[in-house]
């Protein structure tokens, strides 16, 4: 039997409650993009009972701060948040700066290094204001694990460590994989679920959300509610948002992603550039239009729309909500100059020395290109413009002077060449 149904089977359902329609309806929110909602009819109670109260059920969660930027593929939880925030339920934002001190061992092989406290710090400066492009920073509870981890203390992190075994931690897939090929789990990694479980105690969670490779540690967290008296919290997971090429998980080593701090022309090309299946992925992970809004559109593009008409409102939904929307108008226009040959408006300006200069020279100086080699190759596929002419000879030696260079369909720079 594994952990979730074992966890399952031992909690009772609460009492009964009817489903009204707005608890029907706030249940079809949560669930819209989930991976697993555990368990959905412990949570249609807290919905109803909630209702019937007045009282807002309150929803956690936790991010270490382990890098101080974000990308799209790291709001599709955050949108969750936003998502329930806006039924009227408190979300708590929890900053895991004790935990990242021990380091989130989930879905690893080997030992993570843990952070530092000078780094934890650095990186949780930029944490929560970029969060607050997706959430109401007004009615969201910031939180951070340290308030209560940090007075546990010996005494009381042995008395924790007791409520759970060690046949239970090494239920968890990564450390079974670990522990069957010889490769060593520390003491203190067996303590990160544990910890992060007893935060849902300290705050009395009645919905944790959390990516699916938290599935295991989620789960503690209800097992220890139920050792400290409490009602078992329900878990939500969300997959893991495909990156712009739609194979590869988003993530910036892969260079398929969307930083939420981009350029608004920038993230407006790239979310332009996504296939018009994928499209729909990121409508149900990303976007704020209603469900009915979203069928709606489907069933203009199977009866004729272009498919590239609702991509361009995805794209200025998400472009607005990181940065304006007059940034999203200004970048429709600039993608749309692009798309019949113009040159965008912010593209940079760069000086380069050493005139007369190579073309390959010339565009590893001007950072379009990382080396000669690739330069000299993006010539030979006629991947290189200068003032707008392609560039076909790749002993070409430029002369002095300003011009706009392009490499592809979205890398330019004016450049003064002396």
Same mark, same amino acid.
């Given at each position: 039997?594994?952990?979730?149904? +074992? ?75 936003? =998502? ?24 690893? +092989? ?19 204001? =970029? ?38 931690i090494l239920e968890r897939e990564d450390f079974t994989k670990r522990f069957k090929a010889g490769t060593p789990i520390s003491v203190h990694e067996l303590l990160y679920p544990l910890m992060q479980g007893y935060d849902s105690v300290a705050l009395k969670s009645d919905l944790e959300l959390g990516g ?136 940079p300006a760069v000086s380069v020395s050493g005139a007369p200069l190579g073309i390959g020279q010339l565009l590893k100086q001007a950072n379009l290109c990382t080396s000669t080699s690739e330069a000299l190759r993006m010539v030979e596929q006629g991947g290189v413009r200068l003032d707008g002419a392609a ?28």
């Amino acid at each position: 039997m594994d952990v979730s149904q +074992n966890l399952q089977n031992n909690n009772a359902s609460p009492e009964a409650l009817p489903l009204t329609d707005s608890v029907q309806e706030a249940l079809a929110i949560a669930k819209r993009g989930v991976e697993e909602l555990l368990i959905e009819s412990e949570f249609a109670q807290k919905l109803a009972r909630s209702e019937k109260t007045g009282m807002p059920l309150r929803i956690k969660l936790g991010l270490d701060p382990t890098a101080p930027d974000l990308h799209l593929g790291h709001t599709v939880v955050l949108n969750k948040m936003r =998502q329930l925030q806006n039924l009227g339920h408190t979300v708590i934002f929890l900053i895991g700066d004790f935990t990242s001190m021990i380091g989130d061992p989930s879905g690893r +092989n080997v030992t993570r290094p843990p952070l530092t406290r000078e780094q934890i710090e650095e990186n949780a400066r930029t944490y929560f204001a =970029q969060a607050s492009l997706v959430l109401d920073a007004s009615r969201t509870e910031i939180r951070y694990n340290s308030e209560w981890s940090d007075p546990l203390g010996a005494r009381g992190m042995i008395q924790l460590a007791a409520k759970y075994t060690v046949a239970r931690i090494l239920e968890r897939e990564d450390f079974t994989k670990r522990f069957k090929a010889g490769t060593p789990i520390s003491v203190h990694e067996l303590l990160y679920p544990l910890m992060q479980g007893y935060d849902s105690v300290a705050l009395k969670s009645d919905l944790e959300l959390g990516g699916t490779d938290q599935k295991f540690n989620l789960l503690v967290g209800r097992e220890l509610q139920k050792h400290y008296g409490q009602e078992p919290q329900c878990i939500l997971t969300m997959p893991l948002l495909e990156g712009l090429d739609g194979v590869e998980k988003m993530s910036k080593s892969k260079g398929n992603y969307v930083g939420i701090t981009e350029p608004a022309n920038t993230m407006f090309a790239k979310l332009m550039s996504i296939s018009d299946t994928m499209m729909w992925r990121y409508y149900d992970l990303l976007s704020f239009r209603s469900m009915a809004e979203i069928a709606q559109f489907k069933k203009e593009v199977e009866g004729g729309r272009n498919p590239r008409d609702i991509k361009v409102l995805f794209a200025q939904e998400i472009v607005a909500r990181f940065h304006s929307q007059k940034a999203a108008e200004d970048a429709l226009a600039d993608f749309n100059n692009r798309a019949r040959g113009g040159i965008p408006d912010d593209i940079p300006a760069v000086s380069v020395s050493g005139a007369p200069l190579g073309i390959g020279q010339l565009l590893k100086q001007a950072n379009l290109c990382t080396s000669t080699s690739e330069a000299l190759r993006m010539v030979e596929q006629g991947g290189v413009r200068l003032d707008g002419a392609a560039i076909s000879d790749k002993a070409l030696k430029v002369e002095a002077g300003t011009f706009v260079l392009q490499v592809g369909k979205r890398k330019f720079a004016r450049v003064t060449l002396s």
